[in-house]
């Protein structure tokens, strides 16, 4: 049989956490269909000296609405990715009322669909580069039911929120998300959430949770994950696993050691971080207008500000310095001028110290959290998530090794996410795959200039096809709209 790709002389990281092997990898249609040696085939790459591994799955992504806007999806594809989970922290774009405004700001796309079936006809018409899979969103579903009441839910309300996860998951989400800091999903009390939460843990789907602290009383919210987890009967995903602000730096220890305790005693726990020392998300949901936290605004950066576009790439610290004001008056000025709800900020918040901490932990995924707003300066973990892991933490620090950091952004997360014949490099599976320069890899998007694609990706195959090729967007947009699989987890 002529197979209708070869990668020849690779050095295949198959996605397991196995030692690499030399070889050959044949693709056909959109499957792998030899490993170890390919025979004849109508293309042949040369991927001498590269490494080749299944494509990367960006577990953490806030990429639903970015997915039709930008359907070549450039900054995820570029480094190495071939699959995004959607829908986390409780913010995804189904359900949703036809034509309304999306409450969050995340999502960026009139909503001509009202659940996920109408989303991922909508996903796959416009042919995407990247293969997505779904969560429902608590704040989505709570604001749908409840507007942005901050009360408890009547149980007729309960019931028609755990009805749209249902239905939700029946579609094909692998699971609910929870952004337990955010509007409105902060109104909700755990009981809340175990009910909805149950409606995955049903299925066999995931809890993915943004959890309600991750400063202070990081350890309480941690325990409050694994307790709707335990009552809910549903498996844990603990998204950014992050100790913010510098007095609490360290506690990742404690709070992982306590993952450790829950699953050790049954419960079923994992866990995802992104590789820098800065998170980001929609400033007017980090401030309280009545009460501006001076140490916040201190390690504030602006992302995207259509308020005041010249702030973009800024510290809120020096623009104070130059207007003679302290950072919590420009962060007030921001939000309280028009489109100020539309901010981006970028907060420098995390230690180095605990992301090798939490890269070293054995169930911990990677998830890039990058907000796909291409306007103003992002932050960089939007185009440089998966290259940095290899460069900064595999080849730099050794804080892992390839083959660990390779099935942390493959195998673990398909399984995990329910991901059919995805996630590694053996036969039969689905031909997603990356081949890189393990010695050049590398991500150069940078806080100052974030809109890089990253050194060392030379190949990106998607569902079989090229979808990138030595800088090349090919533009195939084979990506798919992806159903949840109970039996892979
Ligand atoms: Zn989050």
Same mark, same amino acid.
């Given at each position: 049989m002529t197979a209708d790709l070869a990668l020849r002389n690779v050095r295949i990281v198959d996605g397991t956490g196995a030692a690499p092997i030399e070889g050959d990898v044949a693709v056909t249609a959109d499957r792998i269909?030899?490993?170890g040696s390919a025979g004849p085939a109508a293309e042949t790459i040369d991927g001498e000296g590269l490494t080749l591994a299944p494509g990367f799955v960006d577990v953490h992504t806030h990429d639903d609405g970015a997915l039709l806007r930008h359907p070549g999806m450039e900054f995820k594809l570029a480094q190495g990715c071939t699959s995004v989970v959607i829908g986390n922290c409780g913010f995804s774009a189904a359900p949703a009322e036809v034509g309304a405004k999306d409450p969050s700001g995340l999502i960026g796309v009139p909503p001509d669909w009202s659940d996920l079936a109408g989303f991922g006809a909508a996903l796959e018409a416009a042919r995407p580069a990247v293969n997505a899979m779904a969560l429902i969103g608590h704040n989505t579903v709570r604001s749908l039911v409840m507007?942005?009441?901050?009360r408890a839910p009547t149980a007729t309300e309960l019931a028609e929120m755990r009805a749209a996860v249902a239905t939700g998951i029946e579609q094909g989400a692998c699971g609910f998300s929870t952004g337990l800091i955010y509007e409105p999903g902060r109104y909700s009390e755990t009981d809340e959430v175990v009910e909805l939460a149950a409606a995955a843990g049903q299925a066999g789907a995931l809890y993915a949770t943004h959890i309600r602290?991750?400063?202070?009383?990081l350890l309480q919210a941690i325990e409050e994950a694994i307790e709707i987890g335990r009552q809910a009967g549903a498996a844990v995903q603990i998204s950014h696993h992050k100790a913010a602000g510098a007095r609490n730096w360290g506690k990742v220890v404690e709070s992982l050691a306590r993952v450790d305790a829950a699953n050790a005693a049954g419960a079923d726990v994992t866990l995802d971080v992104y590789p820098y020392t800065a998170g980001s998300g929609p400033m007017a949901q980090y401030f309280n207008l009545d009460r501006l936290d001076p140490e916040l605004a201190e390690v504030i950066r602006f992302a995207s500000c259509p308020a005041f576009r010249p702030y973009e790439g800024r510290m809120a610290t020096d623009i104070a310095a130059e207007q003679g004001v302290q950072p919590v008056d420009v962060i007030r000025q921001v939000l309280t001028a028009p489109d100020g709800d539309r901010t981006i900020c970028i907060q420098f918040i995390i230690d180095e110290a605990d992301i090798e901490t939490n890269l070293a932990h054995p169930l911990m995924m990677v998830g890039s959290d990058g907000i796909p707003d291409l306007e103003g300066r992002p932050h960089p973990r939007l185009f440089g998530t998966f290259p940095r892991v290899l460069s900064r933490?595999?080849?730099? #620090?050794?804080?892992?090794?390839l083959e660990d950091a390779v099935r942390r952004m493959t195998s673990l997360s398909c399984d995990r996410f329910g991901?059919?014949?995805?996630? #590694?490099?053996?036969?039969?599976?689905?031909?997603?795959l990356v081949l890189f320069d393990a010695e050049t890899v590398a991500d150069?998007?940078?806080?100052?200039?974030?809109k890089q694609e990253p050194a060392g990706i030379e190949l990106v195959v998607v569902n079989g096809q090229i979808a990138y090729r030595s800088g090349d967007h090919t533009g195939v947009g084979t990506g798919r709209f992806l159903r949840y699989q109970p039996s892979y987890r």
């Amino acid at each position: 049989m002529t197979a209708d790709l070869a990668l020849r002389n690779v050095r295949i990281v198959d996605g397991t956490g196995a030692a690499p092997i030399e070889g050959d990898v044949a693709v056909t249609a959109d499957r792998i269909t030899g490993v170890g040696s390919a025979g004849p085939a109508a293309e042949t790459i040369d991927g001498e000296g590269l490494t080749l591994a299944p494509g990367f799955v960006d577990v953490h992504t806030h990429d639903d609405g970015a997915l039709l806007r930008h359907p070549g999806m450039e900054f995820k594809l570029a480094q190495g990715c071939t699959s995004v989970v959607i829908g986390n922290c409780g913010f995804s774009a189904a359900p949703a009322e036809v034509g309304a405004k999306d409450p969050s700001g995340l999502i960026g796309v009139p909503p001509d669909w009202s659940d996920l079936a109408g989303f991922g006809a909508a996903l796959e018409a416009a042919r995407p580069a990247v293969n997505a899979m779904a969560l429902i969103g608590h704040n989505t579903v709570r604001s749908l039911v409840m507007g942005d009441e901050r009360r408890a839910p009547t149980a007729t309300e309960l019931a028609e929120m755990r009805a749209a996860v249902a239905t939700g998951i029946e579609q094909g989400a692998c699971g609910f998300s929870t952004g337990l800091i955010y509007e409105p999903g902060r109104y909700s009390e755990t009981d809340e959430v175990v009910e909805l939460a149950a409606a995955a843990g049903q299925a066999g789907a995931l809890y993915a949770t943004h959890i309600r602290n991750e400063g202070d009383h990081l350890l309480q919210a941690i325990e409050e994950a694994i307790e709707i987890g335990r009552q809910a009967g549903a498996a844990v995903q603990i998204s950014h696993h992050k100790a913010a602000g510098a007095r609490n730096w360290g506690k990742v220890v404690e709070s992982l050691a306590r993952v450790d305790a829950a699953n050790a005693a049954g419960a079923d726990v994992t866990l995802d971080v992104y590789p820098y020392t800065a998170g980001s998300g929609p400033m007017a949901q980090y401030f309280n207008l009545d009460r501006l936290d001076p140490e916040l605004a201190e390690v504030i950066r602006f992302a995207s500000c259509p308020a005041f576009r010249p702030y973009e790439g800024r510290m809120a610290t020096d623009i104070a310095a130059e207007q003679g004001v302290q950072p919590v008056d420009v962060i007030r000025q921001v939000l309280t001028a028009p489109d100020g709800d539309r901010t981006i900020c970028i907060q420098f918040i995390i230690d180095e110290a605990d992301i090798e901490t939490n890269l070293a932990h054995p169930l911990m995924m990677v998830g890039s959290d990058g907000i796909p707003d291409l306007e103003g300066r992002p932050h960089p973990r939007l185009f440089g998530t998966f290259p940095r892991v290899l460069s900064r933490y595999v080849r730099d #620090r050794g804080v892992l090794t390839l083959e660990d950091a390779v099935r942390r952004m493959t195998s673990l997360s398909c399984d995990r996410f329910g991901f059919a014949d995805r996630g #590694r490099v053996a036969e039969g599976q689905f031909a997603d795959l990356v081949l890189f320069d393990a010695e050049t890899v590398a991500d150069t998007a940078t806080y100052d200039d974030p809109k890089q694609e990253p050194a060392g990706i030379e190949l990106v195959v998607v569902n079989g096809q090229i979808a990138y090729r030595s800088g090349d967007h090919t533009g195939v947009g084979t990506g798919r709209f992806l159903r949840y699989q109970p039996s892979y987890r």
